[in-house]
C-alpha cells in the first residue's frame, strides 16, 4: 500500500502585481511600497516588504472574524462591530444612515464579545 509522504513546510516568494516601491529621495527618508489602499514603510527595501507582508496577513486573519450586532437600549439603533486588520470598526445605524463611532485594537477581543460588555447594548447572537 502507498504511503503519503510528510508534509513539508517551504517558503516561497509570491510576485504581487501592481506595488509601487518610492524610493528615498534623500539621506533619512524611507522606502515606500504600495498596494491599492495598503501604504508600507521601512528604512529598507527589505523593511518595507516585511511590512506590506504583516499587513497582509493581519488582513487575512481578519476575514474568518464575524461581525458582531447590538441593539442599542435606547432602541433607535443597531451597532455593528466589524474586525479590520486596524482594529474593529464599531458603525451605529439609524434609520437616517449609518457612521463609524468608534475604533478599538483587535488585542482588545473579538467583536461580539466587546459589545457584550457595553452596558447600554444588547448583544443579537448569530443565526447558526
Request: aromatic share 6%; net charge positive.
Amino acid at each position: 500500500m502507498l504511503g503519503y509522504l510528510p508534509a513539508t513546510v517551504e517558503t516561497v516568494s509570491v510576485p504581487l502585481p501592481g506595488v509601487t516601491v518610492r524610493r528615498p529621495r534623500k539621506r533619512g527618508d524611507g522606502y515606500c511600497l504600495a498596494l491599492g489602499k495598503f501604504i508600507a514603510r521601512g528604512s529598507t527595501l527589505a523593511a518595507a516588504r516585511a511590512d506590506l507582508a504583516r499587513q497582509l496577513s493581519v488582513t487575512v486573519e481578519s476575514v474568518d472574524t464575524d461581525p458582531a450586532f447590538a441593539r442599542d437600549d435606547d432602541g433607535t439603533s443597531l451597532i455593528v462591530a466589524i474586525d479590520r486588520p486596524w482594529g474593529v470598526d464599531e458603525y451605529r445605524i439609524t434609520d437616517a444612515g449609518h457612521k463609524l463611532t468608534s475604533t478599538w485594537a483587535r488585542n482588545q477581543g473579538d467583536p461580539a464579545t466587546n459589545l457584550a460588555k457595553t452596558h447600554h447594548y444588547t448583544l443579537i447572537p448569530p443565526r447558526r
